[in-house]
């Protein structure tokens, strides 16, 4: 078996969408490729600088020697930026996210008008005491209603990407799995720039391959 060299290991991040609510509303949208580890191998190497030939090793030293030759890596952000899955569920969040917003900001603007509305009929003597207070209280009570609402809209966007999240997750995993099937990686690493894995040559870059066929297999689904 040929030898190849060995890599560093970590598990990046990478954000698949974000967005923000006005008036307070704010979701941060960050799905996590990380690592996807097929296979685990938990065993203690040999010393260092202690060199024996395959044949004399034991069989879990000789494992862990043929397990340097079976990592390989996918560049997360490529992934994410092209695999057309990722980029129409982005799309389908922030479309959800500006409806929301939109709704939102409606409400408030009429509940603002509707305040000023009231601040000039006070200051007119226009209306009077009782009137006043249940006027007041009813816009206290508006207020209140656009505060839950507020939470409501978070809560649902918050929802929607633990779904996009599991969903996208599962398709990559799912490929990766029977993808190696034939490949025969022990590790499949998730790399991003600044995440855990440092520097990673080139040689083990699995990104192009995986991302073509994880599209040809979306756009058979469309």
């Not at 206290?140 to 929607?160: F, G, H, P, V």
Request: glycine fraction near 8%; aromatic fraction near 8%; charge should be negative.
């Amino acid at each position: 078996m040929e030898k190849k060299e060995k890599m560093e290991q970590g598990v990046p991040d990478r954000g698949v969408a974000s967005g923000g609510m006005n008036k307070g509303m704010i979701i941060n949208v960050v799905l996590f490729l990380g690592l996807v580890v097929l296979y685990g191998l938990h065993f203690m190497g040999a010393p260092v600088g202690e060199e024996r030939d395959a044949a004399e090793m034991p069989a879990v030293e000789r494992k862990i020697d043929d397990a340097t030759h079976a990592i390989a890596y996918v560049n997360n952000e490529i992934l994410m930026e092209q695999y057309n899955l990722a980029i129409d569920m982005r799309e389908e969040f922030e479309a959800e996210q500006r409806q929301l917003e939109s709704d939102l900001e409606r409400r408030q603007r009429t509940f603002q008008n509707d305040v000023e509305r009231f601040q000039q009929q006070i200051q007119a003597g226009t209306v009077g005491m009782e009137e006043a207070q249940l006027m007041e209280q009813e816009l206290m009570q508006r207020q209140q209603d656009l505060m839950q609402l507020n939470e409501t809209y978070m809560d649902r966007l918050a929802r929607k990407e633990r779904e996009l999240n599991e969903e996208l997750l599962d398709k990559i995993s799912d490929f990766l799995e029977r993808y190696n099937r034939d490949k025969g990686y022990d590790f499949i690493l998730g790399y991003a720039r600044g995440g855990g894995i440092l520097f990673a040559d080139q040689a083990y870059d699995l990104t192009g391959e995986v991302l073509d066929q994880l599209n040809d297999e979306y756009a058979q689904t469309q």
